[in-house]
């Protein structure tokens, strides 16, 4: 069974989110503060985090970096914050998606499906992917560069699965958005923006003047080997 951390101080959309987890089979642990948060991933290793920004003890953007430093598991955002940069900020900490408040709630829970079949393991007939300065199993879920496994989150995985399968050829950023995160985005391109960043800085040898991970303006971003 699928275990959720709630992180949020608003008891009632707890409640209804506990209600609504609970009655798809999610097993689902609560957090009423960041530091109460950090605690129980530690503890009970959850498979997805669904969290609050505007938290009494520690800001969510925090948390969110907290969490990234232990786990790769997917982080859901769930905020009063509308502005394009503090989505920005809270994506380039680590989190895989961003919802606004007043949310709908079938929207959330298939946002929240969608995270976690990314954190799934890969399926059979995958294959070996090798570059210069990385190398990406897609069998193993894992990028190895300079003998060492490198560190993805599950969002950055497969916004790098879907470019290495299409190896060579423009994925569009309507394709790679629905892809990714979802059909109903399409025109969420600071995701795309932030993400193809996170992806250079981890794996190419110069990220300012990037070799594989090639943007087309306007159009969508081009893997090279």
Do not use: C
Not at 163 to 169: E, F, I, Q, W, Y
């Amino acid at each position: 069974m699928t275990r959720v951390l709630v992180v949020d101080d608003d008891v009632q959309i707890v409640r209804a989110l506990e209600i609504n987890l609970r009655a798809r089979a999610y097993v689902v642990d609560t957090a009423s503060d960041g530091t109460t948060a950090l605690r129980l991933a530690a503890d009970r290793q959850p498979d997805v985090v669904v969290l609050d920004l505007g938290l009494p003890d520690l800001d969510g953007v925090e948390v969110v970096r907290g969490l990234r430093g232990r786990t790769r598991v997917p982080i859901l955002v769930l905020s009063a914050r509308h502005s394009p940069d503090e989505k920005v900020k809270a994506l380039d900490a680590g989190a895989d998606d961003y919802v606004t408040k007043p949310f709908g709630m079938d929207e959330l829970l298939a946002r929240l499906g969608a995270a976690v079949r990314r954190a799934e393991p890969a399926g059979e007939g995958d294959v070996l992917v090798e570059t210069p300065e990385f190398t990406v199993d897609l069998a193993a879920k894992k990028v190895h560069r300079g003998g060492r496994d490198v560190r993805l989150t599950p969002t950055e995985w497969h916004l790098l699965e879907v470019l290495v399968r299409n190896t060579g050829r423009l994925v569009g950023q309507r394709q790679l958005l629905q892809e990714v995160w979802g059909p109903s985005y399409g025109t969420e391109t600071n995701y795309l923006r932030v993400y193809m960043a996170q992806l250079r800085r981890k794996l190419e040898a110069d990220p300012s003047h990037p070799r594989h991970f090639i943007t087309e303006p306007g159009m969508g971003y081009r893997f090279e080997k």
